[in-house]
């Protein structure tokens, strides 16, 4: 098995057990991490090397319906313009993280508590923003060559999420409207960068699928 087959597979586990305490929740019920692992069918033992307590698991769980999914946010949208689509993943992930900043950063707190768990390939969080970035650049992808596809994930994720609202609002001390207008600027110069990047390597011809 490849690391990637693996560390995607962890990546399951982690969601599967979030949704069955986002369901238990949602019965009116305060759930102990070995009660999750059961209605998720995950042993004890694997669910508290992702959640050690039950704290760290109610800290992000009930966000976890929260994140728009890819589906949802472009289901009815057949833009194929890579600026536009990162545009409308940022903008749906920025009054996500709006509306839930007092959980998001108590979650962000306990992740920051964890770094030596990375060491045993266990996520620390769900990387929920890269499913939106990769959907919002999927009908545009064969206009990046492979690296530059690459560099831009990674770039644009410093901003989604609940980082770079810290660095806005604790940091820049920007309001929300201000720190939209400046991931937006910075996003859509990112996507025009990758895309004359781009150009430049393969000559101006469409990248070939």
């Known amino acids: 098995m490849s ?26 019920r305060c759930p102990t991490v070995a ?20 704290e760290v698991l109610m800290a992000e769980a009930p966000l ?14 057949p833009s194929t313009d890579p600026e536009e689509r990162i545009e409308r993943a ?29 060491r045993d390939g266990i996520p620390v969080r769900q990387n929920r923003r890269g499913a939106l970035i990769e959907a919002a650049l999927q009908p ?14 990674a770039a644009l ?7 770079s609202m810290v660095v806005a609002t604790d940091v ?8 939209r207008a400046v991931k937006s600027w910075a996003i859509r110069a990112l996507v025009r960068a990758g895309l004359e990047r781009s150009r430049g390597k393969t000559g101006g011809r469409p990248r070939r699928r």
């Open 90 to 118: 940022e903008k749906a992930l920025h009054a996500m993280v709006q509306a839930n900043e007092p959980q998001l950063r108590m979650m962000l707190a306990r992740s920051l508590e964890l770094p030596a768990r990375q």
């Open 172 to 179: 820049l001390q920007l309001s929300p409207r201000d720190a």
């Open 35 to 54: 009660e999750v692992a059961e209605e998720a069918r995950i042993s004890r033992a694997t669910a508290y090397r992702y959640f050690p307590s039950r």
């Open 64 to 77: 976890d319906g929260a994140v728009p999914t890819p589906e949802e946010l472009f289901a009815q949208d």
């Open 3 to 28: 690391e990637a087959w693996r560390a995607n597979q962890r990546h399951r586990t982690r969601k599967d057990l979030l949704s069955a305490a986002a369901r238990l929740m949602k019965a009116g």
């Open 140 to 153: 545009a992808r064969h206009r990046f060559d492979d690296s530059t596809y690459e560099l831009l994930r």
């Open 157 to 163: 994720a410093h901003f989604f999420g609940t980082e």
